[in-house]
């Protein structure tokens, strides 16, 4: 069985570095599931879809083809948007778009195929709730506000975007409200995800304590494995 490790947690908290570094060190699989809903709020602002349209944007999410290579790009059929969906806008509308259960249907089937092919690392707001509820290891990844708004400033500022560090935060905040707050799959901590603080954490040190935890889990399943096959044996 392939093993699966969620990662959850607020805008901002470092899941896309950490799941892709961890992915990158395990050799394993990785998936970063706010970059469908991103691209899916692409296409909608492309066509002129507004993101209250649950109805539209559930139609529009079922007739794309959304998809995610080995390499970490996004493709909506053959057009590669791993650059276009990562501007502050389309990151705005990604969490309205985020909402809606007929958005969120559409797209279970296609991040839970991504498990059936290895062992895999995800990243997003309901891995460890939804998606994966029995996932192996499920990771809460937190930072203060403060340390959030200022990596995703950095990360704009890097892709040449400028926007004020106190817009970056009133955004953050607004769209952490809005994914704890929605009724539907809400960004939640969960009582069995390990929950780890990165504010005053270099990238080294948080993929060690990943590391950490995924030996951990390995050890964990090969035993109740062994366990299984004793008892089975009898
Ligand atoms: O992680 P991100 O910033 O790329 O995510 C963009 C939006 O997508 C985020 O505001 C909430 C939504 N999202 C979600 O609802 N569920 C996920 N599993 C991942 C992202």
Same mark, same amino acid.
């Given at each position: 069985?392939?093993?699966?490790?969620?990662?959850?947690?607020?805008?901002?908290a470092g899941k896309s570095t950490m799941a892709k570094?961890?992915?990158k060190? *395990?050799?394993?699989?990785?998936l970063d599931t706010g970059a469908l809903?991103?691209?899916l709020a692409l296409m909608a602002f492309e066509a002129g879809i507004s993101a209250e349209d649950g109805d539209a944007l559930g139609r529009l999410a079922q007739s794309v083809a959304i998809r995610q290579d080995q390499a970490g790009r996004t493709w909506v059929g053959d057009r590669d948007v791993s650059d276009a969906i990562r501007t502050s806008h389309i990151g705005a509308m990604a969490s309205p778009v985020s909402a809606h259960p007929p958005v969120r249907v559409a797209l279970v089937d296609l991040q839970r195929r991504v498990a059936a092919d290895g062992d895999l690392v995800c990243e997003g707001r309901d891995m460890g709730s939804v998606i994966f509820p029995n996932a192996d290891l499920k990771?809460? *990844?937190d930072a203060l506000g403060a340390v959030r708004a200022d990596r995703?400033?950095?990360?704009?500022?890097a892709r040449g975007e400028v926007?004020?560090?106190d817009t970056v935060r009133l955004q953050l905040d607004e769209r952490d409200a809005r994914d704890q707050g929605r009724a539907y799959a809400p960004l939640k901590r969960l009582p069995d995800q390990v929950y780890l603080d990165t504010s005053d954490l270099s990238q080294n040190q948080v993929l060690d304590a990943l590391l950490g935890l995924v030996e951990d889990c390995r050890r964990r399943v090969a035993s109740l494995q062994k366990n299984k096959n004793q008892g089975g044996s009898k």
């Open positions: 069985m392939p093993l699966v490790v969620t990662i959850d947690g607020p805008s901002g570094r961890l992915a060190a *395990l050799g394993w699989r990785y809903y991103r691209a990771v809460y *990844l995703r400033y950095q990360e704009l500022v926007v004020p560090l």
